[in-house]
């Protein structure tokens, strides 16, 4: 084994050995000893990160086998590591804002009874997260896929004394089961057709799996292949509809919405189909597909988040439509450019929630905006930060955000893909409402009128209220300031949510370090008109000053500015006039009314007609109380041939000697 090849080891191995050390020992090493080692052990694996992107920059790539499991049916179980550009990214991306996550959690964490046991969970979802991303095969991409749903959903549920936070976990279990279910599909397919769960095998052979059909449907077998698989990345990366569980997880501490809604589980799904471009290339249907619900969540869970009191419900919300933005990045074939969002949307998101954590400490752990205002002078780090991380998320010009998100807009204007003239629609009306509901966000916890420390003042709309960590600042009490170990990695990520889209967007997208990497089709223009017209980070950004999606989002930040600092009664009587739609809007679309009615009833129903007919009738009354009965019928019926008279039993004997000796005779 060469230096390399024991450096990619070392980065997902390293967190693991964190993850157990704490679980396991937590008790003996203590709180300090528990982050200690976990740290260390992803600060090990950034850095090894680090020296494997600077090997991959000079020309270097690994594709290999690091443990065969078994061989079965002639498929290859293995364990093995894909180590090239693409991949690259996406270890620095993960290994950077966990670290960040894992130096945070010691200061949100600091007070709480599960603290090793949270530090083991982080960094075992890391471990899982690296897993993912560094296989080279559908065998291990499944267990790190499944891996971090099962690390998901003891993080949501972590306070596990709390009911809302065990249905949240619960409903992300199940959700992102449905989605792995079509998920599981899509990889049988493979498996069945291909031969093979080798990624460089199967795309080798994706032109003649694009000339077969399906053997019972007739179906093209490539676009069931591509649509199965997407729909495992709906669940994981909160599509419309299987997005209901990503609001409800917000349950989790903050540091694992900045961990799980930034930079890994959520962006799984984003990769994934990038990884696969070499096969939904060859399926316009299931593009078409992709880009209808990529643009559906963009724009509609936009509008939710504009109803939201919760400062990290809005968070979330904005999540699901960025999340939406890539989606339609893959749709249109501009794969680099929905990676290049996934990588800077990493950075400002996990600033962003990571913000709203530290003004959660400010408030003593009160989460409702309608309590805040005024922040801006007891929080100036978490002030500023937030600032520049709602700059980015809005795209504003020269800030990460703006080099991403403008060049989806404009992959999407260039393309003629069925259901492009809808997408394009979305993701321009979801810059005014990105810009609206982040900077609503922004004035209402910052500045305006200061909120909180009044008896009449806190509100419980979000079932808090009798929960140990919601309970607000008392009547006088002032915020604070967040401890060092919460602002400096907000200072640590507000640094790449400004400088890392300037820096990075010529190579990523116009140059050549996602060449043999990801691969567009020659009818598929994705960014090839922007790359023509395209004259530099700096020209980009002053032509952007002139474009449509910087002054929709500028009209977005002045109306929030206008209805909540200046003229708060507008919002309050735009909710009475439009009562309907905004029920409609705080309900969700009713999506979870509709699920619990349908899906869950139904279960239900099911389980009931199953316990029933099945258990009760089938089984315990048939077949089990049944045969009994039976055995009884038989010995009732016996009982009636002992009568005690030895002439009965003998005269018995003769006739059944005489029917043997008659059937004896006549059968010679």
């Known amino acids: 084994m060469t230096d390399m090849q024991t450096l990619y080891l070392l980065v997902p191995l390293a967190p693991l050995a964190g993850a157990i050390i704490a679980g396991l020992f937590g008790k003996a090493i203590g709180r300090s000893g528990a982050h200690i080692v976990t740290i260390l052990g992803v600060a090990v694996a950034f850095a090894a990160s680090v020296v494997i992107y600077q090997d991959v920059a000079a020309g270097n790539t690994f594709n290999g086998t690091v443990y065969t499991w078994m061989q079965a049916g002639g498929i290859t179980f293995e364990v093995g590591f894909l180590i ?23 200061g949100y964490m600091h007070d709480d009874p599960g603290y090793q046991r949270f530090f083991s969970y982080i960094s075992l979802f890391t471990f899982s997260m690296l897993m993912l991303v560094m296989s080279n095969n559908f065998l291990q991409l499944f267990f790190g896929w499944e891996a971090v749903g099962l690390v998901s ?60 059909d399906m053997a019972v449907t007739g179906w093209p077998l490539i676009t069931a292949i591509c649509i199965c698989l997407f729909i495992g990345a709906m669940g994981k990366s909160a599509q419309v509809p299987l997005h209901v569980w990503l609001p409800d997880s917000m349950e989790g501490p903050t540091p694992i919405s900045a961990l799980i809604h930034a930079a890994t589980m959520v962006t799984a799904g984003i990769f994934m189909v990038a990884r696969m471009s070499p096969l939904f290339e060859l399926s316009d249907a299931a593009l078409s597909f992709v880009l209808v619900i990529g643009a559906t969540t963009a724009l509609f869970m936009g509008f ?7 400062i990290k419900r809005v968070v979330a919300y904005s999540t699901l439509s960025q999340l939406g933005y890539m989606t339609v990045a893959l749709g249109v074939s501009a794969y680099s450019a929905a990676v290049f969002h996934l990588m800077t949307h990493a950075f400002f998101k996990a600033l962003l929630f990571l913000g709203a954590g530290s003004v959660i400490i400010g408030m003593h752990h009160d989460q409702d905006m309608r309590n805040m205002g005024g922040l801006w002078k007891y929080m100036p ?49 979801g810059v005014f409402v990105t810009a609206f509901y982040s900077f609503r966000m922004y004035f209402l916890v910052f500045h305006g009128e200061e909120r909180f420390g009044k008896a009449h003042a806190v509100h419980h709309d979000d079932a808090h209220a009798d929960d140990e960590h919601h309970h607000g600042l ?4 002032k915020p604070h300031e967040s401890p060092w170990v919460v602002t400096v990695p907000l200072v640590l990520l507000a640094i790449p949510s400004v400088l890392i889209g300037f820096f990075t967007i010529e190579p990523m997208l ?56 200046k003229r708060p009664d507008i919002p309050a009587a735009i909710q009475r006039s439009f009562a309907p739609l905004y029920t409609l809007l705080e309900n969700k679309y009713y999506f979870d009314r509709f699920n619990e009615l349908l899906f869950a ?3 239900r129903l099911l389980g009931r007609g199953l316990w029933k007919g099945g258990d009760q009738a089938l089984i315990d009354g048939a077949a089990v109380n049944g045969t009994a009965k039976l055995v009884g019928w038989v010995a009732q ?9 030895i002439y009965q039993y003998a005269f018995a004997m003769i006739i059944g000697v005489f029917v043997l000796l008659t059937f004896w005779f006549n059968r010679g």
């Open 304 to 310: 939710l988040g504009i109803v939201q009191h919760d």
């Open 474 to 477: 008392a009547p006088g009490q």
């Open 381 to 429: 780090v978490t002030w500023l930060t937030s600032l520049i991380g709602s700059l980015a998320l809005i795209g504003f010009p020269f800030f990460s955000g703006f080099y991403s998100k403008d060049s989806i807009i404009e992959a999407v204007h260039a393309a003629d893909i069925p259901g492009a003239g809808y997408a394009l629609f979305c993701v321009l009306a």
């Open 84 to 106: 090239d550009s693409l991949t690259v990214m996406m270890m620095l991306v993960v290994t950077f804002v966990s670290l960040m996550v894992h130096i945070y959690t010691i």
């Open 153 to 212: 959903y003891l993080l949501i549920g972590f306070w596990y004394k709390r009911p809302t936070a065990i249905y949240a976990n619960l409903k992300a279990f199940l959700v992102n089961r449905v989605g792995d279910f079509g998920f599981l599909l899509g990889i049988g397919l493979i498996a069945a057709y291909a031969g093979s769960l080798n990624y460089a095998e199967v795309f080798a052979m994706a032109d003649r799996l694009a000339a077969q």
């Open 637 to 645: 019926a016996s009982r009636l041939l002992q009568t005690g008279h």
């Open 510 to 565: 116009f140059g050549q370090w996602f060449k043999d990497v990801i691969f567009v089709a020659d009818n598929h223009v994705g960014l090839s008109e922007l790359a023509a017209n395209f004259h530099g980070p700096v020209g980009m950004a002053l032509h952007g000053l002139q474009t449509a999606p910087f002054w929709l989002a500028m009209a977005g930040v002045v109306t929030a500015w206008f209805f909540y600092m």
């Open 601 to 603: 009833a139904g279960a």
